[in-house]
């Protein structure tokens, strides 16, 4: 921090506090500015991970950001209908160039949820809930879906869902939370401006869902339900979800697995490269396309591209598979226009406030992870200003560094009750006794 930044900060007064949360919301964008500019392009005709695409909108927020990955590069599903052992693991390997230009080979390996891998309808569930945490703003480490039944309406669009669809979903959720990975050099870290290896990751750790006593599981359903995101996996989407996407959930669910396994996989590159050329090979795994033949192999990849344009698919304009000067088939796809890619979006709550409100409730955000509390938090901040907010949290801070505390939202919540009921005044609609009745109390 400046010399100025450390005298605003031993001063007292409320305008004081503006002023130095403004300059600390200022001085973390330029770093996150500074950081952006240090790193590499990505190359042809294998690529590396692109750092410095055509991004638009706010910049990411650094206290997520660490490190960069693309799921939209690896293979992760299986759309065939082949029977496969269980030692019979997804796994990917190419070559890019290093951050010092000499060759990187990386390796990527999945490893299967109990229920085995997913195909066409786990991967459209987990472009749906990239669209669903979009919504949210990229925030904290759950992905609120409400019910089951409203997940299952966004992914089929006006079908009702039956038990066997329940099943189904049910069934998608746990594979999504049974996945292991482990990524050699796949993993961009900024800070030391080189790649990493990723061990024994997951996406997601668990998922959730509520109804009534004494009802089936496909009735009357509360609209509790949320997928927890792993710290991991929450650090890596946070600036752009799970995908680069640029088209509509729409026109994407309408899509043949393969085809959209291909959008994803050319947005992505779309977002930093005007002509994307791979060996076929290379991106028969990376998809991934699977069969006994490669004549077979290139009648699929060849479909899916003419599909894509054909549908309207927006950045991609033309797409060829000829043999190179080695005679090994090269893969070449042209783009039509600059993708716009997805960033965090904000929460219709929290536009429009001042600095240092905004600050405030994103460091609130950072230690509770309970995005889904963002309306009452703002409304604690606004019933009881900014010291006494800053107090709790420090006493949450201070309480998690001495023993584990499972719920923080609740923990948060129960001492702001007990601050606004001693200061006699309402923090938005609810009174201290209508919260404190529901939430864990304050050991």
């Known amino acids: 921090m400046s010399e100025e930044g450390r005298k605003l900060e031993a001063m007292p007064g409320a305008d004081d506090m503006l002023l130095l949360a403004q300059r600390r919301l200022h ?39 660490r490190f960069d990955h693309s799921l939209a590069e690896f293979p992760a599903f299986r759309f065939g209908r082949r029977r496969r052992t269980a030692t019979d693991l997804i796994t990917f390997e190419d ?42 703003g990229f925030r904290g480490n759950r992905i609120h879906f409400g019910t089951l039944r409203s997940l299952y309406r966004r992914l089929y669009s006006g079908r009702v869902p039956g038990p066997r669809d329940y099943a189904q979903l049910r069934r998608d959720l746990s ?56 710290d991991t996996f929450a650090k890596v989407a946070a600036e752009r979800g799970f995908f680069v ?41 990376a998809l991934p396309i699977e ?24 950045p991609l304009s033309s797409f060829t598979l000829e043999p190179g000067a080695s005679g090994r088939f090269i893969a070449t796809f042209r783009r039509k226009a600059p993708i716009a890619q997805d960033y965090p979006l904000e929460a219709p709550v929290v536009r429009g406030l001042d600095d240092a409100t905004r600050l405030l409730l994103d460091d609130v955000l ?13 409304a604690a901040i606004r019933a009881l200003g900014h010291e006494p907010m800053r107090f709790a949290l420090s006493d ?21 009750m007990a601050m606004a009921e001693e200061r006699g005044v309402r923090i938005g609609r609810h009174r201290a ?3 404190t009745a529901r939430r864990p109390q304050v050991p």
């Open 95 to 136: 070559s890019i160039k290093g951050s010092d230009g000499a060759p990187l080979s990386r390796r990527w390996t999945v490893y299967p949820s109990r229920f085995g891998y997913g195909g066409a309808t786990t991967l459209s569930l987990l472009f749906e809930l990239n669209q669903v945490w979009k919504g949210q």
């Open 433 to 435: 006794k209508d919260l």
């Open 366 to 378: 950072e230690v509770t992870r309970d995005v889904g509390s963002t309306h009452f938090y703002l």
């Open 396 to 416: 949450l801070r201070a309480e998690c560094h001495q023993r584990s505390i499972k719920n923080r939202g609740a923990w948060l919540t129960t001492k702001l």
């Open 175 to 230: 594979i999504l939370c049974g996945y292991k990975f482990s990524c050699e050099n796949s993993f961009w870290d900024p800070v030391s401006g080189s790649y990493g290896s990723m061990r024994d990751w997951s996406l997601f750790t668990a998922w959730f869902e509520a109804h009534r006593a004494g009802a089936s599981p496909e009735q009357e359903e509360f609209p509790f339900g949320f997928i927890e995101v792993s």
């Open 291 to 314: 069969g006994t033949s490669t004549r077979k192999k290139r009648q699929t990849l060849r479909a899916a591209a003419a599909s894509l344009i054909e549908k309207g698919y927006p």
């Open 245 to 285: 996407t640029g088209f509509e959930a729409a026109w994407f669910h309408a899509l043949r697995p393969i085809e959209q396994r291909l959008s994803l996989y050319l947005s992505k590159m779309f977002a930093s490269q005007e002509l994307h050329r791979r060996f076929e090979e290379d991106l028969f795994a």
């Open 27 to 65: 001085e973390r964008r330029a770093r996150l500015g500074r950081e952006a500019e240090a790193v590499p392009r990505e190359t042809v005709p294998t690529p590396a991970p692109s750092r410095r695409g055509a991004r638009r909108g706010p910049p990411p927020n650094p206290l997520h950001t």
